[in-house]
């Protein structure tokens, strides 16, 4: 007869792998919204080193931040920015081995990257938010790279407690680490006329959705955590 702990097994395996398929989603839907809305914007082709990441949610044509915002496709970087914040905290809430105040700073910072992917879809980043009222969209900017960056350094230090393999643990810190020192670097460039504004601002942003696709990758692969007691072979029947 199969003791608890096989019988656990198999569910530990489906709630790894669909906290994997969360996490990869999250992140792809992301980088997937800003390819199709990048793809339409031709007339200049849009930059990904010179154009910030929300100008591919204006439907414009308007200039603002010295840059003129004319994205023919922008419901796609929209849905994007919705969809990603909220996929990437459900994949939170189903992981396995987060416990105590981890936990409940984990789940704290995916109710972060929630709010501010839905901030940034219903806030296009015109520029006029910050002239008559408040900014929501740098609001919701500012809440899903901190909480993102920090969320990734956060599960790469527990990598063996969630499942994910000890190489991609210590990427996702690395990664945190670059998104958090790169977003100061962004942010005192942001607003001028730099050249390269839009590859700093990645700089701050990609670190978090490739650390959660690695993430997603890795428990897609099995590499679930032991359990804490296990019955020895021999001993069951």
Avoid at 41 to 67: A, K
Avoid at 155 to 162: K, L, S, Y
Avoid at 194 to 207: K, M, Q, S, T
Wanted: proline content about 5%.
């Amino acid at each position: 007869m199969a003791g608890p702990n096989t019988l656990r097994a198999p569910r530990a395996a489906t709630r790894a792998k669909t906290a994997g398929t969360l996490l990869i989603a999250g992140g792809g839907v992301f980088l997937a919204g800003e390819f199709i809305a990048a793809t339409a914007w031709t007339d200049p082709p849009y930059s990904y080193t010179y154009h910030y990441i929300s100008n591919l949610g204006v439907r414009g044509p308007v200039e603002t931040l010295h840059q003129v915002m004319d994205s023919p496709l922008s419901w796609a970087m929209n849905t994007g920015f919705f969809l990603f914040g909220i996929l990437l905290a459900l994949g939170v809430l189903t992981l396995r081995g987060l416990s105590g105040w981890r936990r409940s700073v984990s789940v704290i910072l995916g109710l972060f990257m929630a709010i501010g992917g839905v901030l940034l879809a219903l806030n296009p980043g015109d520029g006029q938010e910050a002239a008559n009222q408040i900014d929501y969209h740098s609001i919701g900017a500012l809440a899903s790279i901190v909480s993102g960056n920090v969320l990734i350094v956060l599960m790469g230090r527990r990598h063996a407690a969630i499942g994910v393999s000890r190489t991609v643990g210590t990427s996702m810190v690395a990664l945190g680490l670059i998104g958090l020192i790169g977003l100061p670097v962004y942010l005192s460039v942001a607003g001028s006329e730099f050249g390269l504004i839009g590859l700093f601002e990645r700089v701050a942003v990609y670190p978090l959705l490739v650390g959660q696709i690695l993430a997603g990758a890795s428990l897609w692969r099995g590499r679930t955590a032991a359990p804490a007691c296990s019955v020895p072979a021999a001993a069951q029947i």
